[in-house]
């Protein structure tokens, strides 16, 4: 991938230039979302203005305004080929900011919007080996499930390993409970019944997360959210991780434990695929 | 506090420009320095080094060029008035990355150099006010001593309080030991013995937090870095929290709980102002 975005907005205007106070930089000051763009509209995009603006009021930064990133998109991707998919990712900053931690009430947050190319991931029918990272995610209800820009955890845990054929790694917390992958959710399935791990102390509350919940008891299965121990990850009779670029991945290995790529799985991603949640706010 | 520093560089180039794409602005991906500069001279330069290739190393991101950053730090205080105070802030990111996680070995990292008015700090003579907050800090060994930009957590607990008269914030951690202060570390005194928190699972080392120990050996004190419970803090003769801007700084009250200015503490700020630790790399 390229370390440079196609395009890119910084408060609407077409730079790439972050002062070196923004809080975002100095802090990790921020919360950020990364949204599929396939025929020249966002994916799920109430559902990604939704967690953005949740991020926000729990950092206590101003409610990002979403006509304004509306545009930005708009604008964005007025000159691409439609019918190519791209990545939007948004960026919101609490804005520039003082050298001390204190929050400035009066910051105005700056607003990143990014093109990028689709990235190369295999497509989810054949399923993805994983691995268990050893590092562990720390607790902190407070800043549980939203994105925010504090990101060392995952990236420390993504450069426990270099095989490019091992697509996601997973991660215990602290008390030894399975929460996630590095840019995934997961999901476990026991007999037929789907478990995800609780995220109320640690994790990121994805957006497909959701839907696969969403879709799930709607189908009338058995859903439940809920702790989950590094035990049952090897009991499960399936296994998958899901996020809004890759959608649902079957997980066939994890270290030298195998899954099946099974019917729960893959009636969900059939499911998934029809599913159309571009009903708000987004207009072509 | 202003949010534009005095003066800015960018890899040794006068602009406060920092690329959308980069993983410090991305993921937090990336350590700091705030350095004390008086008469020129930033304080404790050699110690603040370590700290920052201790970061670097601990991350994966390549050692930083210490020439390099003396260069631009002697090119920035070049035309200031010598007699004043002034803040120094390096931050050191992974450099420009693509949109994943996985760091880039390749990556070159990126250099910003910033020189700051010095704040309106009370002098350490009289002593401050503190509150304890109610933020605890997420435990992550693999992150913990160093001095990332990661800092949602003392961001969130430093907007937890807005009278000006409280000058710090103390943090316990997830276990519900006292770990540090939201911008300080921390010591209490019991019967003339010193106690500082065990930084192995969260906390920064601060730079004068490892020279208060060492001061505190040389003077036969009795010193032991180890957990801490919260009912210490109430139990302690003597608090205080110190960093490199404002040396020791006695905590007088934690909430509705007074401490006096105690003998050890005045001692050692004393002792530290003294305290000569610009022996290796800073040349005038």
Same mark, same amino acid.
């Given at each position: 991938?390229? &370390?440079?975005?196609?395009?890119?907005?910084?408060?609407?205007?077409?730079?790439?230039?972050? !002062?070196?106070?923004? /809080?975002?930089?100095?802090?990790?000051?921020? $919360?950020?979302?990364?949204? %599929?763009?396939?025929?020249?509209?966002? #994916?799920?995009?109430?559902?990604?203005?939704?967690?953005?603006?949740?991020?926000?009021? #729990?950092?206590?930064?101003?409610?990002?305004?979403?006509?304004?990133?509306?545009?930005?998109?708009?604008?964005?991707?007025?000159?691409?080929?439609?019918?190519? /998919?791209?990545?939007?990712?948004?960026?919101?900053? +609490?804005? !520039?900011? &003082?050298?001390?931690? /204190?929050?400035?009430?009066?910051?105005?947050?700056?607003?990143?919007?990014?093109?990028? !190319?689709?990235?190369? *991931? !295999?497509?989810?029918?054949?399923? $993805?080996?994983?691995?268990?990272?050893? *590092? /562990?995610?720390?607790?902190?209800?407070?800043?549980?499930?939203?994105?925010?820009?504090?990101?060392?955890?995952? $990236?420390? %845990? +993504?450069?426990?390993?270099?095989?490019?054929?091992?697509?996601?790694?997973?991660?215990?917390?602290?008390?030894?409970?399975?929460?996630?992958?590095?840019?995934?959710?997961?999901?476990?399935?026991?007999?037929?019944?789907?478990?995800?791990?609780?995220?109320?102390?640690?994790?990121?509350?994805?957006?497909?997360?959701?839907?696969?919940?969403?879709?799930?008891?709607?189908?009338?299965?058995?859903?439940?959210?809920?702790?989950?121990?590094?035990?049952?990850?090897?009991?499960?009779?399936?296994?998958?991780?899901?996020?809004?670029?890759?959608?649902?991945?079957? $997980?066939?290995?994890?270290?030298?434990? #195998?899954?099946?790529?099974?019917?729960?799985?893959?009636?969900?991603?059939?499911?998934?695929?029809?599913?159309?949640?571009?009903?708000?706010?987004? +207009?072509?």
């Amino acid at each position: 991938m390229s &370390s440079q975005a196609l395009k890119v907005l910084v408060n609407g205007r077409a730079t790439d230039c972050v !002062p070196g106070m923004d /809080r975002g930089l100095l802090f990790g000051d921020g $919360v950020f979302e990364t949204i %599929a763009l396939a025929d020249g509209k966002p #994916r799920y995009w109430g559902r990604h203005m939704a967690r953005l603006q949740t991020g926000c009021h #729990r950092l206590g930064i101003a409610q990002a305004d979403e006509q304004q990133l509306l545009q930005d998109v708009h604008s964005l991707v007025r000159d691409v080929e439609q019918s190519a /998919r791209h990545v939007v990712k948004i960026i919101i900053t +609490r804005g !520039p900011g &003082s050298r001390g931690y /204190r929050p400035d009430t009066a910051a105005k947050p700056t607003r990143i919007v990014q093109l990028h !190319p689709w990235p190369g *991931l !295999p497509a989810g029918e054949e399923g $993805v080996r994983a691995t268990l990272c050893s *590092l /562990r995610l720390g607790h902190n209800p407070l800043l549980a499930g939203i994105k925010h820009l504090n990101r060392l955890e995952q $990236v420390m %845990a +993504r450069s426990e390993w270099d095989n490019a054929d091992i697509r996601e790694g997973l991660l215990l917390d602290q008390a030894g409970h399975i929460i996630e992958g590095t840019m995934s959710n997961l999901f476990l399935v026991f007999k037929g019944d789907l478990v995800t791990p609780d995220l109320s102390r640690c994790g990121v509350a994805g957006i497909v997360r959701d839907i696969v919940l969403h879709v799930a008891e709607q189908q009338g299965l058995s859903v439940s959210v809920r702790d989950v121990s590094k035990a049952e990850l090897f009991q499960a009779d399936e296994l998958f991780v899901c996020n809004s670029l890759i959608g649902i991945w079957p $997980v066939v290995s994890l270290d030298s434990n #195998r899954y099946p790529r099974g019917p729960v799985t893959t009636g969900l991603q059939s499911l998934l695929v029809d599913h159309d949640d571009n009903s708000h706010s987004w +207009r072509s």
